[in-house]
């Protein structure tokens, strides 16, 4: 399977880490990272710079 | 005759007046998992010899006038993450297979010393997160109404065995909806305590923060019987809250005249995903009932959904990355798929994300204390529709739609998932009662009071 750059990318970042993923599971984790994405921007987007936090 | 199914309540008056033998009971739910648990793989480890053991040593106590109380004689399971000394405890996952721990966890010493009798470890998502699976050692429990069904997860095999009665409660956790979840699905009555209330010391974690100990049974007063016994102080518990225990089933007086109800609705109309029309005309059903019990109902406003089901989820995938990490890295193809690839995605989480996550909770909880001054209960739903076909839930799909269940692990504050109707195939469905920390008798006398006051409790799935 060839991979896009995209996917290069994720395999650095999890090689990095110390996952050794199967290609076609790494195909399938890219297809999802849009939900962490969309969970990080939701804790990030009502944040002032000073918050009570 | 011993009757299938058996209420914890109703047991234990039957055992008090030893018109019920313990062992006999025993013997009767021994057969029933003999007899049913191929089809919905609710146990992992079955302790037969142990549970008849137990049996007998009950039923001598009692017979020289020593009744422990209402779990005295009663068979429970237990979600394959409490620790049971001399006896594996796998989390369902191989990575644990050959785990014995020395010691049971705080709550089944606990358990145990109210006389109840352990009959086996219950079926889990793996690590209660990454489910349902099909390459574990041992397959996923099954929903008892339909087969083919999902139970809901985490924990799918104390839902399971409890619906199909083959115990009579169990013990469970829940970290985003782990207990909730699987109660809606299997039409039991599940609560999560408020957190703190029981100790999970013994308890395998997947998320420091998030993680609560809690049981299901058929009905609220079986819930209340059973945290009666799990719930208090344990110093070596580091987030165990010492406060007063009060007696939870007297609490269930089947009045709930001027109790002030919250009904968060857009939370599963408007946010993100709605429910289906079963579910949401079950849960205005239930409203006008609690209406006409004598509740004051509201509409109310929170956050939207979609932000408290983030500030959970990434806080959880965070903390249960820290847990993992090690593993992960020298074991990775020896966890499932599903659990595997979670925990991939949770891996892109960063330090930032997670301290973000942390000061947005704060907000939350903020918010919804100041909602609670004016409200004694929240009721809102549990799913958005009755359990999918198994097969259906995909890898992914705890991100897919926000969790319902979620926003009550991030206040930490007691939720329970209470039967409310059937769907026109006989599929349950379900509400979710919410309250203030440590006010969880009152969430159990509110849902108490509604089943009292509806059939929903008189239907059992049909093995």
New interface residues.
């Given amino acids: 399977m060839e991979m896009t750059k995209t996917h290069q990318e994720l395999k650095k970042i999890f090689e990095r880490l110390g996952l050794e993923i199967p290609e076609v599971e790494l195909c399938d984790i890219a297809t999802a990272i849009k939900f962490i994405d969309e969970m990080k921007n939701e804790v990030r987007k009502l944040h002032c710079f000073i918050s009570k936090g | 005759m011993i009757p299938d199914f058996l209420t914890i309540a109703h047991a234990a008056k039957l055992i008090q007046k030893r018109e019920l033998s313990p062992v006999e009971l025993v013997e009767n739910c021994l057969q029933r998992i003999e007899r049913i648990d191929g089809q919905i793989n609710s146990f992992i480890h079955i302790l037969a010899d142990n549970a008849r053991s137990a049996a007998h040593l009950a039923e001598r106590e009692i017979a020289s006038g020593h009744y422990r109380g209402l779990l005295h004689g009663i068979p429970i399971g237990l979600k394959d993450v409490y620790e049971t000394a001399d006896i594996p405890t796998t989390c369902h996952s191989k990575i644990m297979m050959n785990h014995i721990p020395k010691a049971d966890a705080q709550s089944v010493i606990r358990l145990k010393q109210a006389g109840a009798i352990i009959m086996g470890k219950l079926a889990t998502h793996e690590f209660a997160f990454g489910g349902p699976s099909f390459d574990l050692p041992w397959p996923p429990a099954r929903n008892p109404w339909d087969i083919t069904r999902f139970t809901g997860g985490s924990s799918s095999g104390t839902g399971a065995s409890v619906a199909a009665g083959l115990v009579l409660g169990g013990a469970a956790s829940d970290t985003g909806g782990s207990i909730r979840t699987p109660a809606a699905y299997c039409g039991v009555a599940g609560i999560k305590p408020t957190f703190g209330l029981i100790s999970r010391k013994g308890i395998l974690p997947l998320s420091f923060s998030l993680d609560h100990a809690g049981l299901m049974a058929w009905t609220a007063e079986d819930c209340a019987i059973l945290l009666q016994s799990m719930a208090g102080f344990d110093s070596e518990d580091p987030v165990s809250i010492d406060h007063p225990i009060p007696d939870y089933r007297s609490s269930l007086t089947g009045d709930v005249k001027g109790i002030r109800v919250g009904f968060l609705r857009h939370f599963y109309t408007t946010d993100a995903a709605a429910a289906n029309t079963p579910t949401c005309d079950a849960i205005d059903a239930a409203v006008k009932k609690l209406e006409e019990m004598g509740c004051s109902v509201h509409e109310i406003h929170l956050s939207p959904l979609?932000?408290w089901?983030?500030?959970g989820?990434?806080i959880m995938?965070a903390e249960a990355y820290a847990i993992h990490e090690a593993n992960?890295?020298t074991r990775?193809?020896d966890y499932g798929?599903v659990f595997?690839?979670r925990m991939?995605?949770a891996?892109?989480?960063t330090s930032a994300?997670y301290i973000?996550?942390?000061?947005?909770r704060?907000?939350l909880i903020d918010e919804f204390e100041r909602i609670m001054t004016n409200f004694d209960v929240i009721l809102t739903a549990v799913v958005r529709n009755e359990a999918p076909q198994i097969e259906m839930v995909g890898?992914?799909s705890i991100?897919?739609k926000p969790l319902l269940t979620m926003p009550f692990n991030v206040t930490g504050t007691p939720a329970m998932s209470v039967c409310c109707g059937y769907t026109e195939t006989g599929l349950p469905l379900a509400m979710q009662i919410i309250g203030k920390r440590f006010d969880d008798a009152t969430v159990l006398r509110v849902a108490d009071a509604y089943e009292r006051c509806t059939p929903w409790r008189q239907r059992r799935p049909l093995m």
């Fill in positions: 979609t932000e089901a983030a500030c989820t990434i995938m992960l890295r990775f193809m798929e595997r690839n991939a995605l891996g892109l989480i994300d973000q996550a942390t000061r947005r704060r907000e890898k992914f991100f897919e």
